[in-house]
Protein backbone atom coordinates (compact mmCIF):
# COMPACT_ATOMS: atom_id res chain seq x y z
CA UNK A 1 0.00 0.00 0.00
CA UNK A 2 1.33 3.70 -0.96
CA UNK A 3 0.94 6.46 1.35
CA UNK A 4 2.42 9.71 0.39
CA UNK A 5 2.14 12.74 3.54
CA UNK A 6 3.52 15.84 2.11
CA UNK A 7 4.93 18.59 5.17
CA UNK A 8 6.56 21.95 4.66
CA UNK A 9 4.37 24.29 4.35
CA UNK A 10 3.56 27.60 5.94
CA UNK A 11 2.72 31.18 5.66
CA UNK A 12 5.82 33.35 4.29
CA UNK A 13 5.84 36.89 2.70
CA UNK A 14 6.79 37.09 -0.86
CA UNK A 15 10.21 36.65 -2.11
CA UNK A 16 10.38 34.11 0.78
CA UNK A 17 11.36 30.72 0.72
CA UNK A 18 9.70 27.14 1.60
CA UNK A 19 11.14 23.70 1.20
CA UNK A 20 8.46 20.71 0.99
CA UNK A 21 9.02 17.24 1.73
CA UNK A 22 6.92 13.98 1.21
CA UNK A 23 7.37 10.72 2.77
CA UNK A 24 6.38 7.80 0.48
CA UNK A 25 5.90 4.46 1.90
CA UNK A 26 5.87 1.08 -0.72
CA UNK A 27 7.88 0.18 -2.97
CA UNK A 28 6.97 2.31 -6.06
CA UNK A 29 8.34 5.09 -5.28
CA UNK A 30 11.84 4.48 -6.26
CA UNK A 31 10.90 2.67 -9.74
CA UNK A 32 8.24 5.99 -10.50
CA UNK A 33 8.80 9.38 -12.00
CA UNK A 34 7.26 11.24 -9.24
CA UNK A 35 5.71 15.19 -9.21
CA UNK A 36 4.70 17.78 -7.18
CA UNK A 37 1.17 19.27 -7.90
CA UNK A 38 -0.88 22.32 -6.14
CA UNK A 39 -4.25 23.53 -6.08
CA UNK A 40 -4.59 27.39 -5.87
CA UNK A 41 -7.81 28.34 -4.10
CA UNK A 42 -10.81 27.74 -6.14
CA UNK A 43 -8.75 25.89 -9.48
CA UNK A 44 -8.04 22.95 -10.46
CA UNK A 45 -5.00 20.95 -9.53
CA UNK A 46 -1.61 21.41 -11.40
CA UNK A 47 1.64 19.81 -12.23
CA UNK A 48 4.71 22.13 -11.15
CA UNK A 49 7.31 19.68 -11.48
CA UNK A 50 8.45 16.37 -12.62
CA UNK A 51 11.44 14.29 -11.43
CA UNK A 52 12.12 10.63 -12.75
CA UNK A 53 13.68 7.67 -10.95
CA UNK A 54 17.28 8.67 -12.24
CA UNK A 55 16.93 12.81 -11.34
CA UNK A 56 15.90 13.79 -14.65
CA UNK A 57 13.43 16.99 -13.72
CA UNK A 58 11.19 19.05 -15.35
CA UNK A 59 8.99 22.69 -14.47
CA UNK A 60 6.11 23.93 -15.08
CA UNK A 61 6.81 27.42 -17.01
CA UNK A 62 5.72 29.62 -14.07
CA UNK A 63 8.30 28.08 -11.13
CA UNK A 64 11.06 27.92 -13.42
CA UNK A 65 14.18 29.00 -11.97
CA UNK A 66 12.55 29.59 -8.68
CA UNK A 67 11.88 25.82 -7.54
CA UNK A 68 14.08 22.89 -7.86
CA UNK A 69 12.44 19.01 -7.05
CA UNK A 70 14.97 16.86 -6.08
CA UNK A 71 14.38 13.35 -4.31
CA UNK A 72 16.16 10.88 -1.60
CA UNK A 73 15.55 7.35 -2.71
CA UNK A 74 16.46 5.44 -0.33
CA UNK A 75 14.81 7.42 2.48
CA UNK A 76 11.97 6.89 0.13
CA UNK A 77 11.78 11.10 -0.08
CA UNK A 78 10.79 13.67 -2.65
CA UNK A 79 11.70 17.32 -1.59
CA UNK A 80 10.69 21.39 -3.35
CA UNK A 81 12.81 23.65 -2.25
CA UNK A 82 10.59 27.07 -3.20
CA UNK A 83 12.36 30.21 -3.53
CA UNK A 84 11.07 33.80 -4.48
CA UNK A 85 7.62 32.85 -3.44
CA UNK A 86 4.65 35.13 -5.08
CA UNK A 87 1.21 35.41 -3.53
CA UNK A 88 0.21 33.28 -7.35
CA UNK A 89 2.11 30.32 -5.58
CA UNK A 90 -0.52 30.02 -2.95
CA UNK A 91 -1.81 26.65 -3.05
CA UNK A 92 -2.15 23.28 -1.28
CA UNK A 93 0.88 21.29 -2.66
CA UNK A 94 0.62 17.51 -2.86
CA UNK A 95 2.85 14.80 -4.05
CA UNK A 96 2.19 11.72 -6.38
CA UNK A 97 3.14 9.60 -9.31
CA UNK A 98 3.44 10.59 -12.58
CA UNK A 99 0.72 10.25 -13.74
CA UNK A 100 -1.01 10.64 -11.03
CA UNK A 101 -2.88 7.79 -8.79
CA UNK A 102 -6.37 8.82 -7.27
CA UNK A 103 -5.77 6.61 -4.63
CA UNK A 104 -2.43 8.02 -3.52
CA UNK A 105 -3.09 11.31 -3.18
CA UNK A 106 -2.18 12.74 0.29
CA UNK A 107 -3.81 15.64 2.08
CA UNK A 108 -1.17 17.88 0.75
CA UNK A 109 0.42 20.48 2.57
CA UNK A 110 -1.06 24.49 2.40
CA UNK A 111 1.42 27.14 1.32
CA UNK A 112 0.31 30.96 1.92
CA UNK A 113 2.42 33.51 0.46
CA UNK A 114 1.61 37.43 1.05
CA UNK A 115 2.00 40.32 -0.42
Known amino acids: QVQLVESGGGFVQAGGSLRLSCAAS????????MGWYRQPPGKQRELVAT???????NYEDSVKGRVTISRDNAKNMLYLQMNSLTPEDTAVYYC?????????WGQGTQVTVSS
Open 51 to 57: ITRIGNT
Open 26 to 33: GRIFSLST
Open 96 to 104: NVVPPTYHY
